[in-house]
């Protein structure tokens, strides 16, 4: 059974850091591209970036490049968020998921301070 579960969520003052996580677990994780999405209040959902480990190659939205570096560590099949220089339009729930799949976590909440 496919199973990600996200972590690291909270109250952040604008301009600070966050570290999010994701642990994977039900598939191999080295075969596919694990991607970060959120979704806003009244938004839809974006993504924000992916990763493929195997490939060695990430991407990053235009809204988000330059603060957010995505990671893995696939000995422990976990993929990672570091968030910094967090702003209030970066509040939202953040989801972990298999990229193009029907597999998703069920998001931590990410709250931005002005």
């Known amino acids: 059974e496919v199973q990600l579960v996200e972590s690291g969520g909270g109250l952040v003052q604008a301009g600070g850091s966050l570290r999010l996580s994701c642990a994977a677990s039900?598939?191999?994780?080295?075969?596919?591209?694990i991607g970060w999405f959120r979704q806003a209040p009244g938004k839809p959902r974006e993504g924000v970036s992916c990763i493929s480990s195997s490939a060695g190659s990430t991407y990053y939205a235009d809204s988000v490049k330059g603060r957010f570096t995505i990671s893995s560590d696939n000995a422990k099949n976990m993929v990672y968020l570091q968030m910094t220089g967090l702003k209030p339009e970066d509040t939202a729930v953040y989801y972990c998921?298999?990229?193009?799949?029907?597999?998703w976590g069920k998001g931590t909440l990410v709250t931005v301070s002005s």
């Open positions: 039900g598939f191999n994780f080295d075969d596919y591209v």
């Open positions: 998921n298999v990229y193009a799949t029907n597999y």
